[in-house]
């Protein structure tokens, strides 16, 4: 499964929740900025060909040299990524 389609909830709400995410050391959404407490709720998804597109799990090719780096969704915000890929 790979896309570009995912950043597409930019809002200051979203910023906000990172900021404070971030300022907490939290793990948190990309999608949304909202807290992860669990990650083994959450998937974690890789930005590849440079940060043309968003992949995860099974494709991940860590030695890749488009390979930018892996943040986290969570499930629902997975989920409606995956739709959207789908589309
Ligand atoms: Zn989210």
Not at 30 to 49: F, H, N, P
Not at 53 to 77: H, I
Request: charged share 35%; with cysteine; glycine share 10%.
């Amino acid at each position: 499964m790979k896309g570009k389609s995912l950043l597409d909830t930019l809002s200051e709400d979203r910023e906000r929740r990172i900021d404070k995410a971030e300022s907490n050391g939290w793990e948190y959404c990309l999608c949304c900025g909202r807290q992860i407490k669990d990650t083994s709720e959450a998937v974690e998804i890789e930005m590849i060909d440079g940060g043309d597109t968003w992949t995860f799990q099974e494709e991940n090719d860590l030695n890749d040299p488009g390979y930018m780096g892996a943040w986290w969704l969570g499930k629902t915000c997975f989920k409606k990524w995956v739709k959207s890929l789908e589309q």
